[in-house]
């Protein structure tokens, strides 16, 4: 079965630090990544997908299929960046099932 | 911006007794599902629903658990005889296509079994 690991359960960094928050999956198809943020007192919301290879609120991430990963990345961390971040895969279609499986989540905290 | 709603927020019920958690998904929104948190652990899925029907569900989704779509806005899950490990937060989301579009989540209804 697919799996998505999040190895660090919080991660505390200085305002304008860089940030990386590591995702790991394990499935040895094409699946379709994830990033959904939870910021305080909000619901859960997607903030960026591999496919869309896209830059939001500062953020990147790139598949490697090499390693397995989908780390999230910003260069400049910020306070507003504070919150608990999901990394989440789905099979896609050559895996048949297009549910996304989370990992347990990294908090993120931006210290000013 | 449309936004799934859930209620109640807080749901606390005694050990045996059935719950039913309720969602209003977007409303042109086709794929509906949910998932649960339980404290300090990741989020799982349940149960995935579309056109009336069970698509996909998981291997906690056992013959305790049901889905419904009683009318045209509401997705119901009814939890039977609860357990205290039932404790956990519940997710409704919403999705137009299945096919990679994102998942639009509710706040969450945080059950408590005591």
């Known amino acids: 079965a697919q799996r998505v690991t999040q190895p660090e359960k919080l991660l505390s960094v200085f305002k304008g630090a860089p940030v990386e928050l590591k995702c790991n999956y394990s499935?040895?198809?094409?699946?379709?990544l994830f990033w959904y943020v939870q910021y305080s007192r909000q619901r859960l919301q997607l903030l960026l997908r591999h496919i869309s290879r896209e830059s939001i609120k500062g953020f990147t991430a790139d598949l490697n299929k090499g390693e397995t990963s989908f780390h999230l990345k910003k260069p400049f961390a910020q306070e507003e960046d504070s919150a608990m971040y999901y990394c989440?895969?789905?099979?896609?279609?050559?895996?048949?099932?297009?549910?996304?499986?989370f990992g347990r989540g990294t908090s993120l905290i931006v210290h000013p | 911006e449309p936004e799934v709603t859930q209620t109640p927020s807080h749901q606390v019920t005694q050990m045996g007794q059935e719950v039913i958690l309720r969602c209003v998904p977007i409303s042109n929104h086709l794929y509906f599902y949910w998932y649960r948190q339980i404290l300090g652990q990741k989020v799982e899925f349940l149960v995935s629903?579309?056109?009336?029907?069970?698509?996909?569900k998981s291997e906690i989704f056992d013959d305790q658990f049901s889905v419904e779509r009683p009318d045209g806005s509401n997705f119901t899950l009814k939890i039977r005889s609860t357990k205290l490990e039932d404790s956990a937060m519940y997710f409704c989301?919403?999705?137009?296509?299945?096919?990679?579009?994102?998942?639009?989540f509710g706040n969450g209804t945080r059950l408590t079994v005591t």
């Open positions: 629903f579309y056109n009336n029907e069970i698509s996909e």
């Open positions: 989301a919403s999705s137009e296509l299945i096919a990679g579009s994102p998942l639009h």
């Open positions: 989440a895969l789905t099979l896609g279609p050559s895996g048949g099932s297009y549910i996304p499986t």
């Open positions: 499935y040895s198809g094409s699946p379709e």
